[in-house]
């Protein structure tokens, strides 16, 4: 409990509007509002490559189907979503599966801090809605060339692939097609500021997700009443 | 030169890497290749407003046809913008419209000094590229309710209107009607974040942005027929 509160990536903090125009706050609010006459039985919740997605024709292809709700936002570390999901983002529905996909913006946390934010957001989904599956998406490359954060990254990956599959209806996926070529480039094709996905990289990618997300779906049906 | 004070909004200034992966050097330089191997007739360069535009569908109908290359960096103040058209990006190109569009992410300046920085970066343009016809795009409004950021970019947007008239070859396309609705709500159908258009969004923009554009282009050819005469 304690290594917790020690843990910046793992405690509950709203983003703060430097801004001025509340933007992160609204949409919080929105994604609450918007949920009451909602029945999803699959949920995304994370940062900008959650949010992004949204925005592409492959979600009206492979996830509005699926009846998927897309609560990310730009910006967000796992102790933004924490505090978004402790602030009630979810209380209006019981998906049956929840996608999260965030730490990449967790600046100046380590690997260790990074995965503990995210354990610590599954645990608390298992707190708050019990009857989903939880899906964690691995953290992508980024930067053009090799640098520090694609390292970073690729540690919160091994924890996270070590760790989770303890967690009772817990799984962790990545989902990275290889964008990192033989020379260790990343193509702007892919990634369009070496950070966010294209319509391109996001084809890449989501296939193995949405096949994922099917046979969990498939396997609720089964053990269903 | 200077006259003292100089506006902070239009000192050329590169973005430091914060982060640590370099991402805004990288796309700058992958710019500065683009500009020797492509021969663009419209360059667009500015924000995440320019640079998301490439990402939609819309690019591939309305600009890509018409040989357009997209220089937006997301989170660019017109700092940013001016010292990547200085270091690079406006070199071995000589594109016919140039369509500016930043100012939104200036959170450190004034409307007075978000108006100055755009146009000293018409005023560098042209100065490099003296036959590009320049478009500025106004800022749009921004946040879900009523807030000091869209007062702040209608003050520039004001500014503009008096002030762009005066520099040669510019122009100021107005596109911020139409999002706010008549309750002071925008909607997340228009601004997925109330900040960054959608594609529906970009429809609603880009319609009068491409017809300017090819009026542009399509003068350029009188031009020199008349000078010929």
């Avoid at chain 1, 903090?13 to 919080?28: C, F, I, K, N, S």
């Avoid at chain 1, 009206?60 to 709700?69: D, I, N, Q, T, V």
């Avoid at chain 1, 690997?111 to 964690?136: C, K, N, S, T, Y």
């Avoid at chain 2, 100089?6 to 050097?25: F, L, Y």
Wanted: charged share 20%; net charge negative.
């Amino acid at each position: 409990m304690s290594d917790g509160d020690k843990n910046p990536a793992s405690t509950p903090t709203p983003l703060a509007d430097v801004q001025g125009d509340g933007r992160w706050l609204a949409l919080h609010h929105r994604f609450i509002a918007d949920s009451k006459d909602k029945e999803p039985e699959v949920v995304f919740i994370g940062d900008a490559l959650v949010q992004l997605l949204q925005q592409f024709e492959i979600w009206r292809e492979l996830f509005s189907p699926l009846h998927a709700l897309n609560f990310g936002l730009g910006g967000d570390g796992t102790q933004h979503v924490l505090w978004r999901l402790q602030q009630g983002e979810m209380q209006h529905i019981r998906p049956k599966i929840v996608v999260v996909w965030v730490g990449t913006n967790n600046h100046g946390h380590t690997a260790e801090q990074v995965a503990g934010g995210i354990e610590a957001i599954v645990r608390l989904l298992q707190q708050q809605q019990p009857q989903a599956r939880v899906v964690v998406l691995g953290l992508l490359p980024r930067g053009q060339g090799p640098n520090p954060l694609r390292e970073r990254n690729r540690q919160v990956n091994e924890l996270l692939q070590a760790r989770l599959p303890r967690l009772p209806n817990t799984c962790f996926l990545d989902a990275d097609p290889g964008f990192v070529h033989s020379d260790g480039a990343i193509s702007h094709h892919d990634m369009y500021d070496y950070l966010h996905l294209s319509r391109h990289g996001y084809a890449r990618l989501c296939p193995r997700l949405h096949a994922l997300l099917l046979r969990l779906l498939g396997e609720c049906q089964g053990a269903g009443p | 030169m200077s006259k003292g004070d100089s506006n902070p909004a239009a000192v050329p200034h590169a973005a430091e890497d914060t982060q640590g992966d370099d991402r805004w050097m990288s796309q700058h330089n992958r710019f500065v290749l683009d500009c020797k191997d492509k021969e663009p007739d419209v360059l667009f360069v500015g924000d995440s407003m320019v640079q998301l535009l490439q990402q939609y569908e819309i690019w591939r109908e309305l600009f890509s046809p018409l040989h357009a290359l997209n220089f937006g960096i997301g989170g660019d103040t017109t700092a940013h913008v001016l010292w990547r058209l200085k270091n690079g990006e406006l070199e071995n190109i000589k594109p016919k419209v140039i369509v500016v569009w930043v100012g939104t992410n200036n959170h450190e300046n004034t409307a007075e000094e978000v108006a100055g920085g755009i146009e000293a970066i018409v005023r560098l343009i042209n100065t490099r590229q003296p036959q590009a016809k320049v478009i500025v795009l106004s800022l749009l409004p921004r946040g879900e309710k009523p807030n000091p950021l869209r007062q702040k970019n209608a003050k520039v947007n004001q500014l503009l209107k008096a002030s762009l008239p005066k520099l040669a070859s510019v122009q100021l396309l107005d596109v911020s009607g139409g999002f706010v609705h008549s309750d002071g709500a925008i909607s997340c159908h228009d601004m997925f974040d109330f900040l960054h258009l959608t594609g529906g969004g970009y429809a609603k923009i880009c319609k009068a942005l491409h017809e300017l554009i090819m009026q542009l282009l399509e003068e350029t050819p009188e031009e020199k027929q008349a000078a010929l005469a």
